[in-house]
């Protein structure tokens, strides 16, 4: 009983107008563009032609006895509840009924009662309008009313009805509109669950790119770490006879070195999985690249290596993430540019490592494969940690250029001691 007061009661002369059809449905959409805007007005020309129609019926049936202008009236009458569904819907139908049961008490009760042709029409209407626009049980409620009206006022009145063809037609008409509501609030939960499935995938795709840069964190600032407690602690030994001074502050450098290894890997150890491994063979750095260029050359990638500068060695965290963005560069380049070719420039300045990969469009006969963006938020993601500068786009040729600064600060020379 609350879903009854709630759904046909609460509120029930509200305003609530009709909204405007959309425009970008599949049959809209193959009208003519000029006429186009005005199909999204489709469900007022329905509405307002339905009640014509309810209008005409009523004059074309001498139902009511009188002059035509009197059948005129009585059918604008009953049309009314019809147009009152573009703005109260649930008062509309209250207001069909009452309006029906007027028109019954002036109607001639040897025809159909107490529902006469045009009344019987508009009831109808009303009820899809209505079902139309709220929930399912709302249309259950109203049928189950139109019903229990249909059999209390013949009784009330010692006429017959003519209730079975109401209930049938009726059920008939709420039972379509309300599997059509059910399958559109149906695609809407799914094009919901689609896009926060989407959302899902890409913070998960997030993380595991920031979980993966952590344990490459984890690995070369512990394996730092580790060389420095090492060598703090055989540093003393080297020196034959080392002031008390300086084997304290060796024991010192050693103790913060172990402290911070212990803190490191409690803090970044959490983002190893249960069954992750550390891998045997070392990170990659800028010196495999020529094995990185002949797997995707094999690949069928057409690459070219340029590399200006000095080479030099550089910071394990800096060449690791260069080889990791110009490996994720040149996959982007598979993927999205087959049969295009690419070329990969590494720059070896002043003040740090400038990386630039470019491609061609795509050639041939070979389709693209699509993807969903999460190569460029990992580099970029590598290139923030680092605090450098990427910008990636598409170039004026048609193709795709990603361009990579990762600062590098210069190790202080050590001094040499007076001879």
């Known amino acids: ?137 709302a249309a259950a409620w ?22 079975g063809p109401m209930a049938f037609f009726s059920a008939v008409a709420l039972l379509v509109v309300t ?66 001074e300086l084997e304290a502050a060796f024991v010192t450098i050693r103790e913060n070195a172990v402290a911070a290894l212990t803190e490191l890997r409690r803090v970044l150890g959490v983002v190893r999985s249960a069954d992750y491994e550390a891998p045997d063979a070392p990170q990659p750095t800028l010196a495999s690249l020529d094995g990185l260029l002949a797997n995707v050359r094999e690949a069928g990638l057409s690459v070219d290596k340029t590399v200006t500068g000095a080479v030099r060695e550089l910071p394990q965290g800096v060449e690791l993430s260069a080889y990791r963005i110009i490996q994720e560069a040149l996959s982007n380049s598979l993927r999205h540019a087959p049969g295009a070719p690419a070329g990969v420039e590494v720059s070896y300045v002043l003040g740090g490592l400038g990386v630039r990969v470019v491609n061609g469009p795509a050639v041939g006969d070979v389709a693209p494969s699509p993807g969903a963006g999460h190569g460029i938020t990992g580099m970029r993601e590598r290139v923030a940690m680092l605090e450098g500068e ?18 590098v600060r210069r190790r202080p020379e050590p001094e040499e001691e007076p001879a």
């Open 1 to 137: 009983m609350r879903s009854l007061r709630d759904d046909l009661f609460t509120d029930a002369f509200a305003y609530r107008p009709l909204a405007l059809m959309r425009t970008d449905g599949p049959v809209v959409r193959r009208l003519p563009r000029g006429i186009r805007p005005q199909a999204a007005y489709l469900p007022y020309a329905v509405v307002v032609f339905t009640a014509f129609c309810v209008t005409m019926l009523a004059s074309a049936n001498n139902l009511y006895g009188g002059p035509p202008l009197q059948f005129l009236v009585l059918g604008l009458l009953a049309a009314g509840p019809v147009l009152m569904t573009l703005v109260r819907p649930v008062g509309a139908y209250w207001t069909m009924l009452a309006m029906t049961t007027a028109l019954a008490v002036l109607s001639d009760r040897t025809m159909t009662w107490p529902w006469s042709p045009s009344t019987f029409l508009a009831t109808l209407a009303v009820m899809t309008f209505v079902a139309m626009r709220v929930r399912p049980r």
């Open 142 to 163: 109203m049928w189950g009313i139109t019903l229990l009206y249909g059999t209390v006022l013949p009784i009330l009145v010692g006429d017959g009805g003519n209730l």
């Open 179 to 244: 599997v059509r509501n059910t399958r559109k609030e149906a695609r809407r939960e799914v094009i919901a669950q689609q896009e926060v499935t989407a959302v899902e995938r890409d913070r998960r795709t997030l993380l595991e790119e920031r979980t993966t840069i952590a344990r490459e964190l984890h690995d070369v600032v512990a394996h730092h770490m580790s060389v420095v407690a090492i060598q703090a602690e055989a540093a003393p030994y080297r020196v034959k006879n080392p002031p008390p």
């Open 390 to 407: 990427m910008t990636a786009g598409e170039t004026a040729s048609g193709g795709y250029e990603v361009a990579v600064f990762i600062p």
